[in-house]
């Protein structure tokens, strides 16, 4: 009897060690990573051939990202308001910066998600976030405790559903332009590179187009309304609409592509600052590619596995890997510093 339930009572300590050595863990790959990305780099000669640096360049990258994330904030604070939140899109707009300066310390976007959606869901039309002590004390709840979105309310239910909506028209607009950098470019990493491509745009116009038509069809729109409704976010499916039904899908399609497209354009001006002179395609593949990557909690914000991806990548188009490292580390940089008015939304609470 004892040895058939010994293995079951020592599976939750098992479990209790990795959860708590699991954040140590990413620490020690993020640096594995970055020592891999940068081991065979010979910082001497690098740094003897005058390396020229040109700093117009990297505000060039830093004004791309903010607008980056003036932009996500942007779609964001509208799928809100379309679903009866009444905080000002100005607002909106800080909580996106806030969650992005979260991320920074985290292996993935989840937190940086989750501090929005409950926040933005308390967000008054004066940009406060609680307006009175009983309020105060339930924001505080919500996000220094664990919440069960089982058991959650109808509101802090709809925040979480439409920072999802948001996500996934973030994923569209960056497995897009990730599909068009592959027919213009995939064939330097394989013969099969622009075919993928292809089949890349195909998944993702077919997708836009069940979704529209889901939602233009009466007999599917009142099913999903069903659906809704059983999960207590009835007041979801104009943010749905908004993001998914024709014709909007399509200006929701391409402001996703332009919002990756200036994060690529400021990986590009880091580079350049330091003279890699990158085709845009390169930059189309790769940045897309750990993008996708950066969603599995594997490292730190990204820091190792963003160098050692576009290491590899940029290689096959002849990029110097010192170069390369150099400007994936100061894209990272300026990342941080893009977000850092952010602190400004965490510092105003306790």
């Not at 594995?32 to 081991?39: E, F, I, R, V, Y």
């Not at 709809?158 to 213009?184: E, K, Q, S």
């Amino acid at each position: 009897m004892s040895a058939k339930s010994g293995p079951a009572s020592t599976s939750p300590r098992w479990k209790y060690l990795l959860k708590r050595s699991w954040p140590t863990i990413r620490v020690v790959l993020s640096i594995a990573l970055l020592w891999k990305a940068t081991s065979g780099i010979d910082w001497a000669a690098l740094f003897a051939s005058e390396l020229q640096i040109e700093p117009l360049w990297f505000v060039a990258a830093f004004f791309c990202l903010s607008g980056a994330f003036f932009c996500g904030g942007l779609r964001w604070g509208l799928l809100m308001r379309s679903v009866g939140f009444e905080g000002s899109i100005a607002g909106y707009i800080s909580l996106y910066f806030a969650g992005g300066l979260i991320n920074q310390g985290l292996p993935s976007t989840l937190g940086g998600d989750s501090y929005r959606a409950i926040a933005g869901s308390h967000l008054k039309p004066s940009g406060e976030l609680a307006s009175s002590a009983a309020e105060e004390k339930k924001l505080d709840t919500e996000l220094h405790q664990e919440v069960s979105l089982e058991e959650a309310d109808p509101t802090l239910r709809l925040g979480f559903a439409m920072t999802f909506v948001d996500r996934l028209l973030g994923l569209a607009g960056n497995n897009l332009l990730g599909g068009i950098g592959l027919i213009l470019g995939g064939a330097t990493l394989a013969i099969w590179g622009n075919q993928l491509g292809y089949a890349v745009i195909a998944v993702m116009v077919a997708s836009f187009l069940i979704a529209a038509i889901g939602l233009a069809w009466g007999p599917t729109r009142a099913l999903l309304q069903k659906l809704l409704d059983r999960f207590r976010m009835n007041s979801a499916l104009p943010g749905v609409r908004m993001a998914f039904a024709w014709p909007m899908n399509i200006a929701q399609a391409l402001f996703g592509m332009g919002i990756h497209f200036l994060t690529i354009l400021a990986l590009g001006f880091c580079l350049k600052a330091y003279g890699a002179e990158v085709p845009i395609e390169a930059l189309m593949i790769g940045l897309p590619a750990l993008s996708l990557l950066l969603m599995l909690p594997i490292s730190i914000s990204g820091w190792g596995l963003r160098e050692a991806t576009l290491t590899s990548v940029l290689a096959l188009w002849g990029i110097s890997p010192s170069l390369t490292v150099l400007g994936s580390i100061s894209y990272g940089a300026m990342t941080v510093l893009c977000v850092l008015p952010g602190a400004y939304v965490l510092l105003r609470r306790k």
